[in-house]
């Protein structure tokens, strides 16, 4: 998506990071929601356009100097336990019985995030936050981890919900702004400018990197 101008961006991102307080944390980076399977074609074009593999980029640089990657994840049980599935949100998996059904192709991660055996996984099947009736707060303060650097979608929704319940809960949240996606794409920038520039900390992908190093 680029990248936008704020008064939380271009802050001195050198010796904000560390492996033992600092994870990477992607939000729903999956092919039936944002790749070649996804309901969503605007979501899938926004991501296609660069934020996918710029977001392997970011989890590349992470492994190599050992930092925590969690991966969120969405999918659906086949009875459908635990999900709303009254929410507009939801009308894709209404008509379909085995859209993002837990362990098909659609709920696989895409392939530029190159997931490794080391990474972590925590999959939901309720709300539009990850911290939501799961453990992945617990399993982040487990490991002694106070800052996430988010990538993912939506801005529209996903990216929003994940960055307030994480500051709500006393996280440091960095949004690498090139990594994230949402549709339309001018409306996407002002939730980066408008919304998030209130409770995050903005920067591009190849700032983090340096910054991890």
């Given at each position: 998506?680029?990248?936008?101008?704020?008064?939380?961006?271009?802050?001195?991102?050198?010796?904000?990071?560390?492996?033992s307080t600092t994870?990477?944390?992607?939000?729903?980076?999956?092919?039936?929601?944002?790749?070649?399977?996804?309901?969503?074609?605007?979501?899938?074009?926004?991501?296609?356009?660069?934020?996918?593999?710029?977001?392997?980029?970011?989890?590349?640089?992470?492994?190599?100097?050992?930092?925590?990657?969690?991966?969120?994840?969405?999918?659906?049980?086949?009875?459908?336990?635990?999900?709303?599935?009254?929410?507009?949100?939801?009308?894709?998996?209404?008509?379909?019985?085995?859209?993002?059904?837990?362990?098909?192709?659609?709920?696989?991660?895409?392939?530029?995030?190159?997931?490794?055996?080391?990474?972590?996984?925590?999959?939901?099947?309720?709300?539009?936050?990850?911290?939501?009736?799961?453990?992945?707060?617990?399993?982040?303060?487990?490991?002694?981890?106070?800052?996430?650097?988010?990538?993912?979608?939506?801005?529209?929704?996903?990216?929003?919900?994940?960055?307030?319940?994480a500051v709500n809960?006393?996280?440091?949240?960095?949004?690498?702004?090139?990594?994230?996606?949402?549709?339309?794409?001018?409306?996407?920038?002002?939730?980066?400018?408008?919304?998030?520039?209130?409770?995050?900390?903005?920067?591009?992908?190849?700032?983090?990197?340096?910054?991890?190093?």
């Amino acid at each position: 998506m680029g990248t936008t101008s704020n008064y939380r961006m271009g802050m001195d991102m050198s010796g904000r990071f560390s492996p033992s307080t600092t994870a990477v944390v992607t939000m729903e980076m999956q092919r039936g929601i944002c790749g070649d399977l996804a309901a969503f074609v605007a979501l899938q074009e926004a991501v296609a356009h660069g934020v996918a593999d710029q977001t392997g980029v970011l989890l590349d640089a992470a492994r190599l100097h050992k930092y925590t990657i969690m991966h969120c994840i969405f999918s659906l049980r086949a009875d459908r336990v635990g999900t709303r599935m009254d929410l507009p949100l939801m009308a894709a998996a209404r008509k379909d019985p085995n859209y993002l059904l837990q362990s098909t192709d659609g709920v696989a991660l895409l392939p530029q995030l190159h997931q490794a055996t080391s990474d972590l996984v925590c999959e939901r099947h309720h709300g539009v936050s990850p911290f939501t009736e799961t453990d992945l707060d617990a399993r982040l303060r487990d490991k002694g981890i106070d800052t996430l650097i988010v990538a993912g979608v939506s801005l529209n929704l996903g990216i929003v919900g994940l960055s307030i319940e994480a500051v709500n809960l006393g996280y440091t949240v960095v949004v690498a702004t090139d990594a994230v996606a949402g549709f339309p794409a001018e409306y996407a920038q002002n939730v980066l400018r408008n919304t998030l520039a209130a409770i995050t900390l903005q920067a591009t992908v190849a700032q983090v990197v340096v910054a991890l190093a």
